[in-house]
């Protein structure tokens, strides 16, 4: 009976030491206060996390600024169709910053064939186009999200040909007694917890409303489910770690659904959300067929997933520009530097054919 006991108690030791290890962050904590004291509103960093988040979210250096005098880039090249309002300095500048942000090894044959620059034989040359006009639908029509820091390709690429942080809707069984919704399997966008694994498609895809708290308590009727409930959970916990925030950064603690008392940021949450539904609806869902045409990208390569399991374009969410930080880089302006992407054209993308 002792030796059962000792053997429990060690068991019951260990279990209580790995729940510890994973599901507390190790210390020091830090807590800044932002609201009314007492109450816990306060945002909770992590020095020694926040350091290795910061490392991470540093700005390559702006070049020179190009001349703006001379030709237009659209009267000396060919088939230039969203940049040609820049001057060739300009053109050739803000290519040369496109290669680094996003196909550094690659380098201008990712987009072109070397051959014959003007041609758009190359899928990525015509997914780039899309791309810069989504850049200036953000810096131009979200400035209630970004404000004048504003973004640039390599906000979200970072060097890579595809964003490290996408998504794409989950392909769920449909077996058994009770369809599925991706519950209690741990996800990391859920924080690895026993919400749903894929947020995403109800909000920064389709447009529910987010809406799961009573007005008041012990409410007569609430028309929200316990599968909504879990589904904002879940969207709030991915945009907790994708910005590296608690709670409270947005909510007040009294109240979460109340928006008179809440922190500002909230309100920059709120144009975020519906800012990376429209990015997902206009620009990112409207290219699936030429990542269909090229799932695992450029022939030359680099090789890589570009759609979802279930076929569906990768798409954005909060995570892929902010990357643990609050604000994408911590709040450097981006958009400053590269004047050029003041200048894209927001009309409508032809084949080369067509000149």
């Known amino acids: 009976m002792r030796f059962s006991t000792q053997v429990l108690l060690g068991l019951a030791a260990l279990v209580c030491t790995v729940v510890i290890v994973l599901t ?11 609201g009314y004291r007492g109450v816990a509103m306060e945002d909770v960093a992590n020095p020694r996390t926040l350091a290795v988040r910061v490392a991470a979210n540093r700005l390559p250096a702006v070049p020179e600024a190009a001349d703006t005098d001379g030709p237009k880039a659209s009267e000396t090249f060919e088939n230039v169709q969203v940049l040609g309002e820049l001057s ?5 500048r803000i290519m040369q910053a496109m290669t680094e942000w996003i196909a550094p090894a690659q380098g201008c044959t990712y987009c072109h064939n070397p051959e014959n620059m ?10 780039s186009r899309r791309m810069l006009q989504m850049t200036r639908r953000i810096n131009t029509d979200w400035t209630a999200h970004v404000g004048q820091v504003g973004v640039t390709c390599y906000t979200c690429h970072r060097g890579q040909p595809v964003p490290a942080e996408v998504w794409a809707t989950a392909v769920l069984p449909h077996s058994g007694l009770q369809a599925q919704r991706g519950q209690n399997h741990p996800a ?3 924080n690895d917890s026993s919400l749903p694994g894929d947020p995403f498609t109800p909000f920064l895809l389709q447009a529910n409303e987010i809406r799961v708290i009573s007005n008041s308590s012990l409410p ?3 028309p929200a489910n316990v599968m909504q409930a879990e589904w904002t959970y879940s969207l709030m916990m991915s945009m907790s770690e994708g910005l590296g925030v608690n ?16 922190p500002p940021a909230r309100l920059t ?3 975020g959300i519906r800012m990376v539904r429209d990015l997902n ?9 030429l990542w269909a045409a090229n799932p695992r990208g450029p022939a030359d390569g680099p090789h890589g997933a570009r759609l979802g399991p279930g076929g569906d374009a990768l798409k954005i969410n909060c995570a892929t520009c902010h990357q643990g930080a609050n604000r994408p880089f911590y709040g450097a302006p981006m958009l400053e530097g590269y004047p050029e992407l003041r200048l894209i054209s927001a009309g409508p993308a032809r084949a080369a054919s067509a000149e």
Do not use: M
């Open 247 to 262: 709670c409270t950064h947005c909510h007040n603690s009294r109240s979460f659904g109340n928006w008179e008392t809440s």
């Open 118 to 127: 003007a041609s758009d034989e190359i899928y990525t040359k015509v997914v």
């Open 24 to 34: 507390f962050e190790r210390p020091p904590v830090r807590t800044t206060q932002i």
């Open 88 to 92: 060739v300095a300009q053109f050739g």
């Open 269 to 271: 949450a709120w144009h």
């Open 188 to 190: 990391p966008v859920a």
């Open 281 to 289: 609806t206009a620009y990112i869902t409207p290219l699936q067929p």
């Open 220 to 222: 007569g009727r609430n």
